[in-house]
């Protein structure tokens, strides 16, 4: 079975500065997504980004950036330019590409506080 | 944008009593999909659905859950009997398109409080 592992509870960073949230999973398929999900306060969950693991070439979206390295099996998201509203939990996911199973795998989440 | 939507966002009810949570997923989406997160663990997966027909459940989701479309909006999660370890925050997911890479969008969730 899969599994998604944060091992960072909780990270701070200052207004404007960068910030990286670690992510890291296990698997033995080949394909598979990766999703980066932020829940404000207010509690829905928005997709922040996406990486599909047969593509090489990290995903970017505005400020928010990843480092996939798929032979480690680590998926880090980069946020540029921090502002106050990044400040939110951080969940990272998973979901294969094989066999027609919808189902995200998470981990526990980050809880990022962004400081004025 | 369109959103998912649940009702209600706090619910609480006493132990052994039956449970309705109820979800109106985005207008066109086929896809439909419960989690739960029990306080200070991880978002797990329930169920999904499609079809009108269940596609995958996980092992969480035993004889005392069950969920239904009653119309063409709303996508409700029943549980049965309810337990003190069904305590948890429950989101309700959809998505419109069949392809894998497609995110699946989450409403707010419902707080669930077993007393």
């Known amino acids: 079975a899969q599994t998604v592992t944060q091992s960072q509870p909780e990270m701070s960073v200052q207004e404007a500065e960068t910030v990286t949230l670690s992510c890291t999973y296990d698997?033995?398929?080949?394909?598979?997504?990766l999703f980066w999900y932020k829940q404000p306060p207010s509690r829905q969950m928005i997709l922040v980004i996406r990486?599909?693991?047969?593509?090489?070439q990290n995903a970017t979206e505005n400020r928010f950036s990843v480092n996939f390295q798929k032979a480690a099996k680590s998926f880090s998201l980069k946020i540029s330019d921090s502002q106050l509203g990044d400040a939110a939990m951080y969940f990272c996911?998973?979901?294969?590409?094989?066999?027609?199973?919808?189902?995200?795998?998470f981990g526990k989440g980050t809880k990022l506080t962004v400081n004025p | 944008e369109p959103e998912v939507t649940q009702t209600p966002s706090h619910q609480v009810t006493q132990m052994g009593q039956e449970v309705i949570l109820r979800c109106v997923p985005i207008s066109n989406h086929l896809y439909f999909y419960w989690y739960r997160q029990i306080l200070g663990q991880k978002v797990e997966f329930l169920v999904s659905f499609y079809n009108n027909e269940i596609s995958e459940k996980s092992e969480i989701f035993d004889d005392q859950f069950s969920v239904e479309r009653p119309d063409g909006s709303n996508f409700t999660l029943k549980i049965r009997s309810t337990k003190l370890e069904d305590s948890a925050m429950y989101f309700c997911?959809?998505?419109?398109?069949?392809?894998?890479?497609?995110?699946?969008?989450f409403g707010d969730g419902t707080r669930l409080s077993i007393l």
């Open positions: 997911a959809s998505k419109g398109s069949p392809y894998s890479n497609q995110p699946q969008h």
């Open positions: 990486q599909e693991a047969y593509k090489q």
């Open positions: 996911a998973y979901r294969s590409a094989q066999g027609g199973s919808e189902k995200l795998v």
């Open positions: 698997t033995s398929e080949s394909d598979y997504y």
